[in-house]
């Protein structure tokens, strides 16, 4: 079927097909514009663990959420694919992570890994193989974006796009990220591992395209990474959860601060969304919480801005969401990918229908 055979047969009033993809759609990957690649995927996890079970519950959760979003209300009639012909990466990763977890107690304790030669040797594995995961990520992405896909990313935890920005490397001479997150993550191979969860926006700031990295929603940070802050030459730009709630607290409003965040920015964004960026009560099973955050409200209100400032998105990533006794992480975490997938795709010019004006209904 074409696809305009399939929109004339799909009933967006009704609940999303059983056997679909995303959010009940009925599109196949060749007739869907964007492909999400997911990547359940938490090796160096030291906290709480769940985030490679994120892209199960997104998916679960996509099926409740209504097609008919007020910003992009014809958005879904571009089709988001969840890519279903990734290696078996959660199997990989579990397999990992049983290696990594002696490791990582014995760093607690205050034992040195190089006394151990079996840690140190599963220590030089995970590095190794997480450094494989890295490329077929990359290898996966690619795969999309040479065929005029727009791609998106879904976590897993924060250590997994760093293969996607290798891939945007290749296609972009240069690129900033916005970073929205309770963490810095700008430690150097945390705990010894080379690709942890905690150093993957050191690891991106190694790729020479990487222009810069706005950061927002920061509440948690050690010595080290504010010394990577300094040594940037403003090469990163740091908008605390504290300095953000004190310039609203002083008067001034969430647009002003959206301008001055966005204004950091170069002409073309990646957008790095960890979920434990907002308010605990939204991800309530994130694996590294942290009192304040952004309410979800403020969050898209700053990414639809991206759009409105002239923009040109060139990815995302949505990373970290862990489920939990409820289908609540999931719900905001589907709904989160389908707000980022609106402005992406309207900043890469593709028609997601005009706002909804209910004053003037």
Same mark, same amino acid.
């Given at each position: ?10 009933d ?5 097909? =059983? ?19 997911p990547a359940p ?20 959760? =996509?099926?409740q959420v ?14 988001i ?33 190089n ?6 040797q ?5 590095n190794?193989a ?5 490329e ?24 997994t ?12 001479e240069?690129f ?14 945390y ?7 905690? =150093? ?16 927002v929603?920061i ?14 030459n ?26 001055m965040?966005i ?32 309410a979800y409200?403020k ?10 400032f ?12 862990a ?10 975490g ?9 402005v ?16 003037n209904l």
């Amino acid at each position: 079927m074409t696809k305009q055979e399939i929109l004339e047969n799909f009933d967006p009033n009704q609940p999303g097909l =059983s056997d679909a993809t995303l959010y009940g759609l009925p599109f196949p990957a060749e007739l869907s514009d964007i492909i999400i690649v997911p990547a359940p995927w938490e090796v160096t996890v030291s906290y709480g663990s769940g985030a490679s079970d994120g892209v199960d519950a997104v998916f679960d959760a =996509s099926f409740q959420v209504d097609l008919l979003q007020q910003e992009f209300p014809d958005l879904w009639k571009l089709g988001i694919y969840l890519d279903q012909d990734i290696p078996d990466w959660k199997s990989k990763s579990d397999e990992l992570k049983a290696k990594a977890q002696p490791i990582i107690e014995a760093l607690e304790n205050g034992e040195d890994v190089n006394n151990h030669p079996e840690l140190l040797q599963d220590l030089q594995t995970i590095n190794q193989a997480c450094s494989q995961f890295n490329e077929e990520v990359k290898e996966r992405v690619l795969h999309w974006m040479n065929q005029d896909k727009l791609v998106g990313f879904l976590g897993g935890d924060h250590s997994t796009p760093l293969g996607y920005y290798q891939a945007l490397a290749t296609k972009h001479e240069n690129f900033g990220i916005l970073h929205l997150d309770a963490h810095m993550d700008l430690r150097n191979a945390y705990e010894g591992f080379t690709y942890s969860h905690a =150093s993957i926006m050191y690891n991106a700031l190694q790729i020479p395209q990487i222009g810069n990295l706005v950061q927002v929603g920061i509440r948690d940070f050690c010595e080290q990474e504010v010394e990577v802050v300094k040594n940037s030459n403003q090469k990163v730009r740091v908008f605390t959860d504290s300095d953000v709630k004190s310039m609203e607290y002083g008067g001034q409003t969430w647009e002003e601060i959206c301008t001055m965040i966005i204004n950091e920015l170069p002409q073309k964004v990646h957008i790095s969304f960890d979920i434990d960026g907002l308010y605990q009560w939204y991800c309530p099973t994130t694996g590294t919480p942290v009192p304040g955050g952004l309410a979800y409200e403020k969050a898209v209100y700053l990414l639809s801005k991206l759009n409105e400032f002239g923009k040109e998105i060139v990815g995302f990533d949505l990373v970290e969401i862990a489920p939990g006794e409820t289908d609540w992480d999931g719900n905001v975490g589907a709904r989160l990918l389908f707000h980022l997938c609106g402005v992406f795709a309207k900043s890469n010019g593709r028609h997601v229908g005009e706002k909804i004006d209910f004053k003037n209904l």
